[in-house]
Protein backbone atom coordinates (compact mmCIF):
# COMPACT_ATOMS: atom_id res chain seq x y z
CA UNK A 1 0.00 0.00 0.00
CA UNK A 2 1.51 3.23 -0.90
CA UNK A 3 1.64 5.82 1.78
CA UNK A 4 2.43 9.64 1.13
CA UNK A 5 3.83 11.71 3.89
CA UNK A 6 4.26 15.63 3.17
CA UNK A 7 6.58 17.56 5.09
CA UNK A 8 8.28 21.38 4.82
CA UNK A 9 5.67 23.67 5.54
CA UNK A 10 5.76 26.65 7.82
CA UNK A 11 5.25 30.25 8.48
CA UNK A 12 7.22 32.80 5.83
CA UNK A 13 7.27 36.03 4.95
CA UNK A 14 5.99 37.28 1.60
CA UNK A 15 8.88 37.23 -0.69
CA UNK A 16 10.28 34.28 1.11
CA UNK A 17 10.92 30.33 0.26
CA UNK A 18 10.01 26.69 1.49
CA UNK A 19 10.99 23.37 -0.09
CA UNK A 20 7.96 20.49 0.51
CA UNK A 21 8.99 17.04 0.27
CA UNK A 22 6.61 13.92 -0.24
CA UNK A 23 7.69 11.11 0.64
CA UNK A 24 6.63 7.51 -0.38
CA UNK A 25 6.93 4.49 1.26
CA UNK A 26 4.97 1.09 0.78
CA UNK A 27 5.68 1.03 -3.14
CA UNK A 28 8.46 2.57 -5.52
CA UNK A 29 7.21 5.62 -7.08
CA UNK A 30 8.61 5.10 -10.40
CA UNK A 31 5.26 3.82 -12.17
CA UNK A 32 3.84 7.68 -10.75
CA UNK A 33 2.90 10.46 -11.64
CA UNK A 34 2.53 13.03 -8.70
CA UNK A 35 0.51 16.23 -8.34
CA UNK A 36 0.80 18.79 -5.55
CA UNK A 37 -2.55 19.94 -4.65
CA UNK A 38 -3.37 23.08 -2.14
CA UNK A 39 -6.75 24.01 -0.22
CA UNK A 40 -7.21 27.47 1.38
CA UNK A 41 -9.80 28.02 3.78
CA UNK A 42 -13.07 28.09 2.25
CA UNK A 43 -11.78 27.67 -1.38
CA UNK A 44 -11.97 24.35 -2.94
CA UNK A 45 -8.77 21.80 -3.88
CA UNK A 46 -6.69 23.32 -6.61
CA UNK A 47 -4.47 21.72 -8.39
CA UNK A 48 -0.70 23.54 -8.25
CA UNK A 49 2.01 21.58 -10.01
CA UNK A 50 2.31 17.58 -10.82
CA UNK A 51 4.92 15.72 -12.67
CA UNK A 52 5.20 12.75 -15.00
CA UNK A 53 6.30 9.32 -13.51
CA UNK A 54 9.22 9.61 -15.62
CA UNK A 55 10.00 12.96 -14.36
CA UNK A 56 9.84 14.82 -18.30
CA UNK A 57 6.74 16.05 -17.87
CA UNK A 58 5.49 19.03 -15.64
CA UNK A 59 2.59 20.82 -15.32
CA UNK A 60 1.89 24.06 -13.39
CA UNK A 61 -1.25 26.33 -12.57
CA UNK A 62 -0.73 29.67 -14.30
CA UNK A 63 -0.69 31.67 -10.75
CA UNK A 64 2.64 29.51 -9.41
CA UNK A 65 4.23 29.85 -13.11
CA UNK A 66 7.94 31.10 -13.00
CA UNK A 67 7.57 30.62 -8.81
CA UNK A 68 7.42 27.31 -7.96
CA UNK A 69 9.75 23.88 -9.18
CA UNK A 70 8.45 20.51 -9.32
CA UNK A 71 11.29 17.89 -9.06
CA UNK A 72 11.42 13.69 -8.23
CA UNK A 73 14.23 11.48 -6.54
CA UNK A 74 13.92 8.33 -6.20
CA UNK A 75 10.98 8.17 -3.61
CA UNK A 76 10.62 11.61 -2.92
CA UNK A 77 8.86 14.46 -4.80
CA UNK A 78 9.72 18.13 -4.11
CA UNK A 79 8.22 21.27 -4.44
CA UNK A 80 10.39 24.31 -4.53
CA UNK A 81 8.39 27.55 -3.74
CA UNK A 82 9.82 30.98 -4.11
CA UNK A 83 8.62 34.88 -4.31
CA UNK A 84 5.38 33.73 -2.29
CA UNK A 85 2.55 35.50 -1.82
CA UNK A 86 -0.15 35.70 1.10
CA UNK A 87 -2.55 33.80 -1.42
CA UNK A 88 -0.18 30.96 -1.63
CA UNK A 89 -1.84 30.15 1.90
CA UNK A 90 -2.62 26.99 2.23
CA UNK A 91 -2.18 23.32 3.13
CA UNK A 92 -0.60 21.82 0.50
CA UNK A 93 -1.24 17.91 -0.37
CA UNK A 94 0.39 15.72 -2.19
CA UNK A 95 -1.03 12.87 -4.10
CA UNK A 96 0.16 9.89 -6.72
CA UNK A 97 -1.48 8.51 -9.82
CA UNK A 98 -0.52 4.77 -11.31
CA UNK A 99 -0.25 6.26 -14.77
CA UNK A 100 2.49 7.98 -16.93
CA UNK A 101 1.19 11.22 -17.28
CA UNK A 102 0.19 14.15 -14.49
CA UNK A 103 -2.82 16.61 -14.63
CA UNK A 104 -4.10 19.30 -12.31
CA UNK A 105 -7.44 17.83 -11.86
CA UNK A 106 -7.90 16.03 -8.65
CA UNK A 107 -9.97 13.50 -9.48
CA UNK A 108 -7.50 10.64 -11.03
CA UNK A 109 -5.45 10.73 -8.06
CA UNK A 110 -5.71 7.39 -5.59
CA UNK A 111 -3.43 8.11 -3.20
CA UNK A 112 -2.52 11.19 -0.89
CA UNK A 113 -0.87 12.26 1.69
CA UNK A 114 -2.09 14.46 5.29
CA UNK A 115 -1.11 17.56 4.28
CA UNK A 116 1.83 20.23 5.55
CA UNK A 117 0.27 24.09 6.56
CA UNK A 118 2.03 26.83 4.61
CA UNK A 119 1.16 30.61 6.18
CA UNK A 120 2.85 33.19 4.16
CA UNK A 121 2.56 36.11 5.96
CA UNK A 122 4.15 39.10 7.19
Known amino acids: QLQLVESGGGLVQPGGSLSLSCAASGVTLDYYSIGWFRQAPGKEREGVSCISSSGGITNYTDSVKGRFTISRNKNTVYLQMNSLKPEDTAVYYC?????????????????WGQGTQVTVSP
Open 95 to 111: AAVAFKLCVLSQFPYDY
